[in-house]
């Protein structure tokens, strides 16, 4: 769901895990990750609780 809003908004990233939403720019510290070709983001909650598997390389599909 990320696309830019009229009025002058920031975009807006989801994580791919949970669906918690946030500006791009508050999105800095988040984890992204190729999965299968395609792009995915996580946010610091879900990277922190998945970090040892993200580490191993897991696709999110495991954790």
């Not at 070709?37 to 598997?53: M, N, P, W």
């Amino acid at each position: 769901m990320s696309g830019a809003y009229a009025g002058g908004m920031e975009d807006v990233v989801v994580c791919d895990f949970c669906g918690r939403q946030a500006a791009a720019s508050a999105a800095l510290t988040w984890t992204t990750s190729v999965e299968g070709g395609r792009q995915k983001r996580f946010c610091d909650e879900c990277s922190r609780t998945h970090l040892r598997a993200i580490e191993g390389k897991l696709d999110s599909d495991w954790w």
